[in-house]
Each structure stands twice: as structure tokens, then as C-alpha cells.
């Protein structure tokens, strides 16, 4: 069973950095690897993606210019660099897998996901 692990969160003050990092994936059984994130009272929603078969990424707009997925040669962990934080990426911050044979990796709806971490929290505020 496929055990995500994510670490990396913490208390930034606005415009600071952080890099999450996302571990345990089975890069046998999954081709696409998330980010989604969970404010409180709001719904679980997708930030980013990468097929970690052909590295090809994805972002949300709210996001796109100051995030950035990854993942590293082994292909063993992911990471969702964040920089120029707002307080509206507070949230907990989750990393999932699936595979898709169709090869793209959207992040529109978090149920098509397979396997999920424990979260790691982002606190961004003055």
C-alpha cells in the first residue's frame, strides 16, 4: 500500500518561501502526482500536478508564476516550491497519486485520486 509522506509546511510571513516535499510514491503504479490543499470550511482543492513519467506540469492560475512542482531524478519525491505567499495559500497541504492511462494529470476533482498523505500545514500571515 502506498504510503505519501509530506513535510516542508510552515509559518511564513506574506511574500516568504517554503518547499514541500512529497515521498513514498510508487512510481510503478501511478503516473500522475498532485497537490491539493484544504483551507478550513472550504473544500479540498487542486494547486499542482506533474505526470511523473514525462514531467509535464500543471498549475492553477492562482497559482501560476509563484509556484513550481517538481520532482527529483530518482523519482522518489516531489516537491511544490511556493514563493511570494499570500495569506490566501493558508491551508493544509496535501500530496495524492493515481494513475491515468490517458496520460494527463487534471486536478479538478480530488476523488479521482488514489492514495493521499497526512498533510502538512501552510500558515501564512503577519
Known amino acids: 500500500q502506498v504510503h505519501l509522506v509530506e513535510s516542508g509546511g510552515g509559518s511564513v510571513q506574506p511574500g516568504g518561501s517554503l518547499r514541500l516535499s512529497c515521498g513514498g510514491y510508487d512510481y510503478l503504479a501511478s503516473n500522475c502526482l498532485a497537490w491539493f490543499r484544504q483551507a478550513p470550511g472550504k473544500e479540498r482543492e487542486g494547486v499542482a500536478s506533474i505526470n511523473t513519467r514525462t514531467g509535464f506540469s500543471y498549475l492553477v492560475d492562482s497559482v501560476k508564476g509563484r509556484f513550481t512542482i517538481s520532482q527529483d531524478n530518482a523519482k522518489t519525491t516531489s516537491y511544490l516550491q511556493m514563493n511570494s505567499l499570500k495569506s490566501e495559500d493558508t491551508a493544509m497541504y496535501y500530496c495524492?497519486?493515481?494513475?491515468?492511462?490517458?496520460?494527463?494529470?487534471?486536478?479538478?476533482?480530488?476523488?479521482?485520486?488514489?492514495?493521499w498523505g497526512q498533510g502538512t500545514q501552510v500558515t501564512v500571515s503577519s
Open positions: 495524492t497519486t493515481r494513475w491515468n492511462p490517458q496520460g494527463y494529470c487534471p486536478v479538478s476533482f480530488p476523488h479521482e485520486y488514489e492514495n
